[in-house]
């Protein structure tokens, strides 16, 4: 089955400390994102990636980083400068730039 | 900057009624997007919209881009508890100059209630 996937669908993450999102997909996509939704709201892009080794900053980067060293894979780190993290965040793939964007299932991450 | 509003926020129908969403655009529309998620997971894609008068149909689910393609509207005909969940609509960014750019906005969404 083609699709993507995100890891772990829940994940806790303790002051000072960084944590990583994982997103695989197999659609062999170009085009990879990063969005999170806060409660009320709508998705707010924080980084994307149309092509390996590729990157650029969303509109809520701060915070955050990413890496698109694999066509399959583009991983989000949630850093300590993040100051509210808590949210749920969604990975997004499309064919190429500008194209229909597919989404996973999600990660909710809680700060303790 | 572009902007996408969504009516009504929330929404609660009668099982087997009938219900529309809105979305409306600050700019011109190149692409515009209908989404659906349940609370707690990823979106499902729904439609794509590109065209001015363009509508496309998925089992009992209708949208539609206005003309002057600032403007879509999502039908649901004999609403389903299947039915309930966010309805997300998205649309192709446009930048400064006018021109299409590489992000997709999205509204609030819409939370539809199907009471049985």
């Known amino acids: 089955d083609g699709g993507i996937t995100q890891s772990p669908k829940y994940l806790f993450r303790k002051e000072g400390q960084n944590v990583t999102l994982s997103c695989e997909q197999n659609?062999?996509?170009?085009?990879m994102y990063w969005y999170r939704q806060d409660p009320g709201q709508g998705l707010r892009l924080i980084y994307y990636?149309?092509?390996?080794?590729?990157?650029q900053k969303g509109d809520i980067a701060e915070g955050y980083s990413v890496s698109r060293e694999k066509k399959e894979s583009f991983p989000l780190t949630v850093t300590s400068a993040q100051k509210n993290p808590t949210a749920f965040y969604l990975c997004a793939s499309a064919a190429r730039d500008k194209e229909t964007q597919y989404f996973g299932p999600g990660t909710r991450l809680l700060v303790l | 900057s572009q902007e996408l509003e969504q009516s009504p926020q929330s929404l609660i129908v009668q099982e087997g009624k009938n219900l529309t969403i809105n979305c409306t655009s600050s700019?011109?529309?190149?692409?515009l997007y209908w989404y659906k998620q349940k609370y707690g997971e990823g979106l499902i894609f729904l439609m794509m919209l590109q065209k001015g008068g363009e509508e496309k149909s998925h089992e009992k689910i209708t949208a539609k881009l206005d003309e002057k393609k600032q403007q879509s509207s999502l039908h649901i005909t004999a609403s389903q508890p299947s039915h309930a969940g966010i309805y997300l609509c998205?649309?192709?960014?446009?930048?400064?100059?006018?021109?299409?750019?590489?992000?997709?906005?999205f509204g609030k969404g819409t939370r539809l209630h199907i009471l049985p």
């Open positions: 700019k011109t529309l190149y692409g």
């Open positions: 998205g649309a192709d960014g446009v930048s400064q100059s006018g021109n299409r750019d590489d992000k997709i906005i």
């Open positions: 990636s149309q092509i390996v080794n590729d990157f």
């Open positions: 659609l062999n996509h170009d085009a």
